[in-house]
Every structure is written in C-alpha cells, then in structure tokens.
C-alpha cells in the first residue's frame, strides 16, 4: 500500500476541507440563528425565561461536546428517531455553538450602559425597537471580536464529528493513516490545515480588538 | 414510542463509573499542575527579554490555540511511535492535556504578569531582591491573583475535552459510557448519566477552586 504519494494525500487531506469548512459554517449560521434568538428571551423582562436561557448555556458549557454528539447519534435512535452522522453534527454543533454565542452576545448586551435603556425607552419606543436601534448595534460592536473568535474554537470542534463517523478533515486523516501507515505526516498536514483555516480569524479577532479598544478611546 | 426508560439497568455499574470519573479527574490533576507549572515558566520567558525566546513560545502558543486538541492527540499518540517515541495511551492522553493546558495558561498568564504595575517589581529591586526573588514572591502572586479565574475557566474546559482520551483507549468516564452502553445497549440512559456525571464534575470542580482561590487570594475580590 506504498502507491499513496505524499501529494496524494495532501490532495486527499484538501478534498476534505470543505466539509469541515461547510460543517463549521452550518453550525456558525445556524448557531448564530437560535443564539440571536435565546438573547432576545433571555434579555427580556421575565426572569423564568432569562432563568431558563441561562441554564441552557451553562448546560452545553459544562458537558463535553462529545458526550452532547454521542447523545444526539447514539441516543436518539434509541429512542425510535434516526440521525445519520451528517444530521447529529449538524444539529450538536449548531445548538453547541447557540449557546456560546449567546453567552458571548449577553455579555456585550449587559456591558451596554443601562441608560441607553432608559433613555430609548423615554423616547416611547416598545421593547423591539429598543434592542433594534439602540441596543443591540451597540452589543454588535463589542461583540465582533469575540465572534470571530468563537468561530476558531468552532472550526477545531469539528473536529469531534469525525468520532461519529462524518467524514470531514480528521476522519479522513485517519482512514488515510489506515490505508498508508504514516501517521506523522499526515497528523501533521492535518495540524498545519487547520492552523491556515483557524490563525488567521485568530488574528482578525485580534485586530478588531485592537481597533475596538482604539476607538473607544 | 415504544421505548421504555430503565436507569435501574445502569445501577450495577457504579464502580465503573466510578473508575472512569477517576480516571478524568486524575488526568485533569496531573495535567493541570504540569500545564499550569509550564505556563508560569512560558509566560516568564514570554514577558522576558530575549527575543527569540519570545517568538519561539508565541509560536508554540499560536499552533496549540489554532488546532484541534483531538489532532494534537492523535499526534502524540500516532505519529510520534514512527519516530521512535513510544506513549501508552495514559501518557500521551496526559502529555497532549498538559501540553495543550500550558497553551493556553501562557496566555492567560501573560497578560496577569503584564497588568502588574512595572514600579512593582522595581520597588522590589529597589530593595536589593534577585530578580528570580522579585518575579516568585512579588509580580507572580500579583499575576495569579489577576487571572485566576481565567485559569479556573481554562482547567474546566481541559476537563471536559478530555472526553476525546477515550478515542485513544484511555479507559476514562466517555469509555466506561462506550463499554456499558455495549452491553447493555441502553446508550440513551448510559450517555444521559454519563453527560450528568460530567456536568456536576464540571460544577463542583469550579466551585471548589473558586472558593479555594478566594482563600488563597484573601483580602481580594473573587
């Protein structure tokens, strides 16, 4: 089984990144989606439900990701509901991501000063409105770069999918290992894969801080 | 549904879990001290003067923080054997917990050191102290107290990704769940208990150090 050229399994390796791409993105999208929406509940004036969006935050930051994966792939069908590894990573990884990103979001909508709300609610405007014109696009500035952040810590929990079998980057490396026997350069391409996906919205987070820290001055 | 739930089933292994939330906690343990011990000295050498030095941990610090930790496994694990290094899957599951620790307590470490005031470690110097004396009785305490916890956040997260070890047959709390849920096929219930065990691991362990830090940081806030 030596006929596997290192440029073969480079070319291999890289066939497989658009679905790690692709899977950190459905997650990204879809996380984004219902985490916007847990802010809006948790944000809101009834303390069951700010109680409630809390909970479900702290629960998904507690518990490893995978145990959430094996629940959704393993659990599920037991329970007469069938989930391929496509659909359970998708679903994991989105709801995972959700309640980061409403942790995050949160926090940013609580930094901004309580009199915004005051004064924006003086001006007669309802509760949606409120967040729509003054809150929240003074959230969405402090919020990009731990966002963009977030995403890098997404990309590497991809990763996990690969134990329930979705064939993305790591799961590929190591079919290839079983089909070549050589484990160190192809853990190694796969390492050096996604610090190229992952260094630079390193780096963005980063420089949006920056800018951020700068015109807050 | 005609699916029936039975936790009773999972009473009788209770020493397993046991043996597995061993396992975790002791990983977590050794990994923490080591990492935590090599992100002091990092962070040293990372707020030092020698260039090199410098870049050198700002790049093991970038290429930790931007892969996979299970990667970074596999790594130790499969790769490093056809160079010669040998690991049992404990020790590589420790060696790439603490390794990817050390990662992140640099960073987190480097910036407690930096928001010590500089006239501190002057003062300190001032007095006639060694520079080894100043950094460990004066800007170190400063600096863990500043960043505590962060630490604390970053011990709980090595934790819970510790689950991945399983995949390298360490026999931790994620593979006694895989081996159970082989036998008797309740995997709903076994991972369910299993992700709870987890949780109220994950709960007790930041409360204990949070009010063990308040105790060693007497006299600031939490």
């Known amino acids: ?217 | 549904m005609g699916y029936e739930f039975d936790f009773g089933a999972l009473a009788q292994y209770l020493g397993l879990f046991l043996e597995g939330a061993a396992v975790t906690l002791g990983l977590t343990v050794v990994s923490s001290f080591f990492g935590i011990g090599l992100g002091i000295w990092g962070a040293a050498v990372a707020c030092g003067k020698r260039d090199w030095a410098r870049k050198l941990i700002a790049a093991y610090v970038e290429l930790i923080r931007n892969t996979p930790f299970i990667v970074q496994m596999f790594f130790l694990f499969f790769a490093l054997p056809s160079l010669g290094y040998r690991f049992s899957a404990l020790q590589a599951a420790a060696l790439a917990m603490t390794l990817n620790l050390a990662a992140y307590a640099i960073e987190i470490l480097r910036a407690g050191m930096q928001a010590v005031p500089a006239g501190q470690s002057e003062a300190g110097r001032g007095m006639g102290m060694r520079p080894l004396l100043v950094f460990g009785l004066i800007v170190l305490p400063q600096a863990l107290a500043n960043v505590y916890p962060a630490l604390v956040g970053q011990i709980t997260i090595t934790m819970l990704e510790s689950a991945v070890v399983s995949q390298i047959a360490v026999v931790d709390l994620t593979h006694v769940a895989d081996f159970i849920q082989s036998r008797n096929f309740r995997s709903f219930e076994t991972y369910l208990v299993v992700t709870l065990i987890y949780l109220v691991l994950a709960v007790l362990m930041r409360r204990m150090l949070v009010l063990g830090g308040s105790k060693l940081f007497l006299g600031r806030d939490p």
């Open chain 1, 1 to 217: 089984m030596n006929d596997f050229t290192n440029w073969d399994i480079l070319r291999n390796l890289l066939l497989a990144v658009p679905w790690t791409v692709l899977l950190s993105a459905i997650a990204f999208a879809g996380g984004g989606i219902v985490g916007l929406i847990l802010l809006v509940i948790g944000i809101g004036r009834r303390k069951w439900a700010r109680r409630a969006v809390d909970l479900y935050v702290e629960l998904f930051q507690s518990t490893p990701l995978l145990m959430q994966l094996f629940l959704v792939y393993f659990g599920l069908p037991m329970l007469g509901v069938d989930v391929s590894a496509w659909l359970a990573a998708s679903v994991c990884l989105t709801a995972y991501s959700s309640a980061f990103l409403t942790g995050i979001w949160r926090g940013c909508v609580d930094a901004v000063p309580k009199g915004q709300w005051d004064g924006s609610a003086s001006l007669g405007l309802s509760y949606l409105a409120q967040l729509r014109l003054v809150i929240l696009p003074q959230a969405a500035r402090m919020a990009i770069p731990p966002t963009v952040g977030f995403l890098v810590q997404l990309v590497k929990s991809t990763a996990l999918a690969s134990i329930v079998g979705y064939h993305e980057l790591t799961k590929t490396a190591q079919i290839l290992t079983n089909a070549t026997f050589q484990p160190f350069i192809i853990f190694g391409l796969v390492a050096l894969i996604y610090f190229v996906l992952c260094y630079p919205l390193t780096k963005l987070s980063r420089v949006l801080e920056v800018k951020l820290a700068r015109s807050d001055r």
